[in-house]
C-alpha cells in the first residue's frame, strides 16, 4: 500500500504522480498535516482482502486544529454521494479502481472537488463502498482550503453542470436526486428556522434576566444607601449619647 502525502495546492497532481508510480495494491492518500490512526490500513487491507467487489473503504475522523470533535462519516448512499460529496480524499482505495476510472480528472471544472469526481466515477463503474464506523484519522481545519474556492457560487454551479455533464448517473436517476436535494433543502429550512425561534427565546430569556438583575442592582445599591443613613444616623447618636466634660 502506498501512503501519499498531499497538501492543499496541487495536492491531486501530486498524488495523480505518486499512484502512477506506486507498485502497492492498495491506495491511501494522506494529506501533509492529517494524522492516519494506527489501525486504519490493516482493518481497510482485510475487507479489501476479503470482499472483491469493495473498492473503496473510508472511516469517520476526528478534527483538530480550528475545529475540534469528530465527524461522523454517513454510509455509503449513491443518492446522497450526487447531492455531495462527504467522502474524505483519505480514504483506502485498490490501484485497479483508480486505473479503471484514470485517477484524478486534473481539469479546471473540478479543482477542490477531484475527490468527489472520482468517487462518482468509481461508483459509476459498479464498485461497493465501504463506511468503517470508528475514527480512522485526524483532519486538520485550517483556512484558506481548496474547498473554500469551491464554495463560490459560480464556481460551484460550474462544477455541477460538469459533473452532470459527465456521469450518467445524474441524468439516469434526476427526479430522485432532486427530490432528496428538495428534501435536505426543507430540512435546513426547518431547521434553520428552529434555530431562530430557540435564539429568540433565549433572547427574550436575556432580557428577562438582564432586567432582574438591573432591578436586583437598584435594589442592592438602595439597601447600600439605607446603610450608610444608618450608619451616619448611628454616630451621630453616639456622639450625641456621650457624655461630655
Same mark, same amino acid.
Given at each position: 500500500?502506498?501512503?501519499?502525502?498531499?497538501?492543499?495546492?496541487? +495536492?491531486?497532481?501530486?498524488?495523480?504522480?505518486?499512484?502512477?508510480?506506486?507498485?502497492?495494491?492498495?491506495?491511501?492518500?494522506?494529506?501533509?498535516?492529517?494524522?492516519?490512526?494506527?489501525?486504519?490500513?490493516?482493518?481497510?487491507?482485510?475487507?479489501?482482502?476479503?470482499?472483491?467487489?469493495?473498492?473503496?473503504?473510508?472511516?469517520?475522523?476526528?478534527?483538530?486544529?480550528?475545529?475540534?470533535?469528530?465527524?461522523?462519516?454517513?454510509?455509503?448512499?449513491?443518492?446522497?454521494?450526487?447531492?455531495?460529496?462527504?467522502?474524505?480524499?483519505?480514504?483506502?482505495?485498490?490501484?485497479?479502481?483508480?486505473?479503471?476510472?484514470?485517477?484524478?480528472?486534473?481539469?479546471? !471544472?473540478?479543482?477542490?472537488?477531484?475527490?468527489?469526481?472520482?468517487?462518482? +466515477?468509481?461508483?459509476?463503474?459498479?464498485?461497493?463502498?465501504?463506511?468503517? #464506523?470508528?475514527?480512522?484519522?485526524?483532519?486538520?481545519?485550517?483556512?484558506? +482550503?481548496?474547498?473554500?474556492?469551491?464554495?463560490?457560487?459560480?464556481?460551484?454551479? +460550474?462544477?455541477?453542470?460538469?459533473?452532470?455533464?459527465?456521469?450518467?448517473?445524474?441524468?439516469?436517476?434526476?427526479?430522485?436526486?432532486?427530490?432528496?436535494?428538495?428534501?435536505?433543502?426543507?430540512?435546513?429550512?426547518?431547521?434553520?428556522?428552529?434555530?431562530?425561534?430557540?435564539?429568540?427565546?433565549?433572547?427574550?430569556?436575556?432580557?428577562?434576566?438582564?432586567?432582574?438583575?438591573?432591578?436586583?442592582?437598584?435594589?442592592?445599591?438602595?439597601?447600600?444607601?439605607?446603610?450608610?443613613?444608618?450608619?451616619?444616623?448611628?454616630?451621630?447618636?453616639?456622639?450625641?449619647?456621650? #457624655?461630655? !466634660?
Amino acid at each position: 500500500m502506498a501512503g501519499l502525502p498531499a497538501g492543499e495546492q496541487g +495536492s491531486f497532481r501530486r498524488s495523480q504522480r505518486g499512484i502512477a508510480l506506486a507498485r502497492g495494491e492498495y491506495i491511501l492518500p494522506l494529506d501533509a498535516d492529517n494524522c492516519i490512526r494506527s489501525d486504519y490500513p490493516l482493518a481497510a487491507i482485510e475487507l479489501l482482502e476479503t470482499v472483491s467487489d469493495i473498492g473503496v473503504v473510508y472511516g469517520d475522523c476526528e478534527l483538530i486544529g480550528r475545529q475540534k470533535g469528530r465527524r461522523h462519516v454517513p454510509d455509503f448512499d449513491l443518492h446522497r454521494l450526487h447531492l455531495g460529496n462527504y467522502i474524505d480524499t483519505c480514504a483506502v482505495f485498490r490501484r485497479q479502481v483508480w486505473a479503471e476510472v484514470g485517477g484524478f480528472d486534473e481539469g479546471r !471544472s473540478v479543482m477542490g472537488n477531484e475527490d468527489w469526481d472520482f468517487w462518482l +466515477s468509481v461508483a459509476g463503474r459498479g464498485w461497493r463502498f465501504h463506511h468503517i #464506523p470508528r475514527v480512522m484519522f485526524d483532519y486538520r481545519v485550517r483556512t484558506g +482550503s481548496m474547498t473554500t474556492i469551491g464554495a463560490i457560487p459560480d464556481t460551484y454551479e +460550474s462544477l455541477i453542470r460538469y459533473l452532470n455533464a459527465k456521469h450518467r448517473y445524474f441524468g439516469d436517476h434526476y427526479s430522485e436526486i432532486a427530490a432528496r436535494l428538495h428534501r435536505a433543502i426543507l430540512e435546513y429550512r426547518n431547521n434553520f428556522n428552529e434555530a431562530k425561534r430557540y435564539a429568540r427565546s433565549l433572547k427574550r430569556a436575556l432580557s428577562v434576566r438582564e432586567k432582574q438583575f438591573l432591578e436586583a442592582e437598584r435594589y442592592a445599591k438602595s439597601l447600600e444607601d439605607a446603610l450608610a443613613a444608618a450608619e451616619m444616623e448611628c454616630s451621630r447618636l453616639k456622639e450625641t449619647l456621650t #457624655p461630655h !466634660s
